[in-house]
């Protein structure tokens, strides 16, 4: 399935048109994507910018089970789950997901599914900056 899949993790900035180039399917009537970024605020503080750490060799396999899963159980054709790593400034894009399938609902179901397991399962860690301070998001490396 790794031929209806792309999986990268960079240091580089990510490339929408990329992921949408790639889940581009003449088949597809539908193409679901997720961009995330990086905001300003959080909880009322402001954030001057985000960290992203990770332990890229398990990350990189997580990635592929959840594209795998993804085009098993929903039935889409392609998927493309492409995240950051490293320091990113406001209005940045530390995680891009696309999603094709022949009808609309299937990709964004999946896309759905994709964002949501890789935040639970994926060994990547996000560090916010404050004016004031940084803390660990979620548990750090």
């Known amino acids: ?3 209806n899949s ?3 993790i960079t240091s580089k900035k990510l490339n929408l048109q990329d992921c949408y180039d790639f889940v581009q399917d003449a088949s597809c009537g539908g193409i679901s994507l997720f961009v995330g970024t990086v905001r300003n605020k959080t909880q009322n503080k402001t954030v001057t910018l985000l960290d992203f ?3 890229q060799a398990m990350a990189i396999k997580e ?3 959840i594209a795998d899963k993804a085009l098993t159980d929903f039935n889409i054709q392609k998927i493309a789950i492409h995240h950051a790593e490293g320091k990113l400034q406001i209005g940045d894009i530390p995680v891009i997901i696309a999603v094709s399938s022949a009808h609309r ?3 964004f179901v999946a896309c759905q599914f994709a964002i949501d397991t890789l935040k639970k399962t994926v060994p990547i860690w996000k560090k916010e900056h404050f004016i004031d301070g940084d803390v660990w998001v979620n548990a750090h490396p």
């Open 105 to 107: 609902k299937a990709a």
């Open 63 to 65: 990635m592929q089970k």
């Open 53 to 55: 750490s990770t332990y």
């Open 6 to 8: 792309s999986i990268k």
């Open 1 to 3: 399935m790794q031929e």
